[in-house]
Nanobody, 123 residues
Framework: QVQLVESGGGLVQAGGSLKLSCAAS????????MGWFRQAPGKGREFVAT????????YYADSVKGRFTISRDNAKNSLYLQMNSLKPEDTAVYYC????????????????WGQGTQVTVSS
């Protein structure tokens, strides 16, 4: 498994931007499809975006499409989530996750998880 550590969360006003990072170690990062998920208080874990291991094809939840961009730098063993035009409903703990194989929007497909980073969007 790959070990994952997120960073970059914080407090931002509605309409603002944040960039989350996820540092990977312990295994061959480039072999892993990666995803971002989030969990708001009292709610289940929600899919945000996923990126494949190879050419980096991406897929987004409808709620973030056009505002968020997932990317990866295999040379730096890093995953990113650029979040623009943030809304109060984006407030959640954001998790990065990894899996061997193709990208997936389902949390149960992932076997490596970070500890999460808090994103709070004020209105």
């Amino acid at each position: 498994q790959v070990q994952l550590v997120e960073s970059g969360g914080g407090l931002v006003q509605a309409g603002g931007s944040l960039k989350l990072s996820c540092a990977a170690s312990g295994s061959t990062f480039r072999n892993y499809a990666m995803g971002w998920f989030r969990q708001a208080p009292g709610k289940g874990r929600e899919f945000v975006a996923t990126i494949n291991w190879g050419v980096g094809s991406t897929y987004y939840a409808d709620s973030v499409k056009g505002r968020f961009t997932i990317s990866r730098d295999n040379a730096k063993n890093s995953l990113y989530l650029q979040m623009n035009s943030l809304k109060p409903e984006d407030t959640a703990v954001y998790y990065c996750a990894g899996r061997m194989g193709g990208r997936s929007r389902y949390a149960y497909d992932y076997d490596s998880w970070g500890q999460g980073t808090q994103v709070t969007v004020s209105s």
